[in-house]
């Protein structure tokens, strides 16, 4: 009898064990459970020359202002649970209104003395996503992207053709002189008198303007989904109808649930060889890289070593975040979910 | 004194043993090393539902006839120590003045019943790329798009602007009637008839016409450097300036020395969407897959998943080459360094 209740002391000893660890074992799960969606975005205004001795004080709190207010509009919309689609484009629309960026207003001048504009945006849930090149009256590039990737069965636009469908999706339409800003001007200026002079390619784009200013965003939002997009006015002076990385899905933008969400800026051309955006991802993906150490491999390593010059901005699944460049500066900001603003303009 | 000689055997037997080891290990080295570098080149001429059923004897003899053609151009140079990049354009170059393929010569019609051709060219020692898209009067897209590579500081150009830098270097121009052919203008006719019936866009184009043929070829030489270019008409019936996978670096083509050369064709917008050609580098590259299983996942896989048609011939820097294709047929052909050529038009 004793000996019986000893063995059923025993029993229970082991039983109650088993299910106090079921039960430790349930309740350290729970946090991760229970633990929230994580959700942030980040920015850029482009990479290039961007140095402190040039910046006036004024300048660069206007820059710092336009980033920051960039944050805040596609904070306010994932934070109410909004999509990262519509965080990015918000972000970019008020970077692409700005004189400050070479997108939208503000748009460098080719060599014709015209703008003509690229824009990229991906949805890394679905993959879908929508490009335009070489437009010339499209107030904001990225939203006529997106409405070539929700409203056409095609997924890249060139030139009259894209605004042509633009104008039958209401995309807002400008003359070209909306575009026009006088340091822009200036900028063509300086590159036609140094090709005139005999100047090499490299040589054409004055060291004070070798600021690539493009703008993108890439954001994830509370349901778990990342997005990218870029929009751009390319290099001052180009030519012959020129197309840079940022309309190149891959090369200047890249998005995938599986992995992460990229936009670049930069000497496109590095870009689009090195399929820059598509390469980084693939690095997380099949090489399980973080995305710190991704985009190094690609920005510091690969880029560097063929000569290219640039950034990009990274964001994963589980919210972090990374802004490699190789330049002097990269205009570039983050917001994470408690709301917590990081905007910087030079190297650390 | 036995002792000592038997120790002293036993050492030389040891030491003889372990000469004979290294021994063989060198010889076992030296077919490896003596072994020449393999060469080879694959070519394809679009990927659709292409059936024998709807085929006639004689139009199935010019189709070989013409990709058998096509090898021994690209075969010829490559014997001959040629480079792939100059194997391939003068593969291409055969198939874009063939009436019977979708690039140069034998284009589809635009909606506004023009032809817009597009084309790209990398080369996989370098990372050097060309593009051009949208273009309407070159002959020979595939040749500009070198031209654009290697005259020039940009990797893509888009139309007018392309084409007036191709007139800069003696790019041969013609009239948009040279790509008319009886065939494309009653396709065109087909597609806007279903399309005033009120057929969806997956319907407008007929299932007869469902081909996308788009040309294009891979090869390695015997330098050990991997190439790639496509040249397309794009789709019959595209508007709105509707720019394909075919110039894009990453979705339609990709090479490098370190993976493999990759040339697509199928339908554009899920190429894009995929970054199928440099996907599938990047399984090589990064995952180390044969190109055979890295092709089969792009393919086989996530391309099926998405709902997308097509295909795409990789050749990899060992001289391995796969064709994978989800449609009914695929015009192909592959030629190895001992000259042997296989052309194929149907599934197994």
Redesign the interface.
């Known amino acids: 009898m004793k000996l019986t209740l000893i063995l059923f002391s025993k029993s229970a000893f082991l039983l109650l064990a088993l299910a106090l660890f079921f039960f430790a074992a349930c309740t350290q799960q729970q946090p991760k459970e229970a633990k929230k969606q994580a959700f942030g975005m980040i920015i850029h205004g482009g990479a290039g020359t961007i140095l402190k001795e040039n910046m006036t004080p004024e300048l660069e709190s206007e820059y710092t202002a336009k980033l920051d207010e960039a944050l805040t509009a596609g904070y306010a919309i994932l934070k109410a649970g909004g999509t990262s689609m519509d965080a990015i484009q918000a972000a970019i629309n008020i970077m692409e209104d700005s004189p400050l960026f070479n997108a939208g207003k503000g748009a460098v001048f080719t060599n014709d003395g015209t703008h003509e504009l690229d824009a990229s945006i991906m949805d890394g849930a679905t993959?879908?996503?929508g490009?335009v090149?070489?437009v010339k009256h499209t107030k904001n590039p990225i939203n006529l992207a997106r409405v070539v990737m929700e409203q056409?069965?095609?997924?890249?636009?060139?030139?009259?053709?894209?605004e042509?469908?633009g104008k039958l999706h209401d995309i807002e339409m400008v003359d070209q002189p909306y575009f026009y800003t006088e340091r822009r001007s200036k900028q063509l200026e300086r590159a036609k008198q140094r090709e005139s002079e005999g100047a090499s390619?490299a040589e054409i784009i004055p060291h004070e303007d070798h600021k690539f200013g493009t703008v993108g965003a890439a954001a994830l939002d509370q349901h778990g989904n990342l997005a990218a997009g870029t929009s751009t006015g390319g290099m001052t002076n180009?030519?012959?109808?020129?197309?840079?990385d940022a309309p190149?899905?891959?090369?200047g933008t890249?998005a995938n649930n599986n992995s992460c969400a990229i936009s670049a800026t930069g000497h496109g051309?590095y870009f689009?060889?090195?399929?820059v955006a598509?390469?980084i991802a693939?690095?997380v993906e099949?090489?399980g890289l973080p995305i710190a150490e991704a985009g190094d491999v690609v920005i510091h390593q690969k880029l560097t070593e063929?000569g290219g010059t640039g950034g990009v901005i990274i964001i994963d699944r589980n919210g972090n975040m990374a802004m490699p460049f190789n330049t002097a500066g990269m205009y570039r900001g983050t917001v994470d979910e408690d709301g917590t603003k990081v905007v910087k303009i030079y190297k650390e």
Chains 1, 2 share one sequence.
Not at 238 to 244: A, D, N, S
Not at 248 to 251: S, V
């Open positions: 993959l879908n996503v490009a090149a070489g056409s069965e095609h997924v890249m636009m060139a030139g009259d053709g894209a042509a469908f390619a180009k030519k012959f109808g020129r197309i840079g190149i899905i891959g090369a890249y051309e689009i060889r090195l399929t598509r390469d693939s690095l099949y090489k063929l």
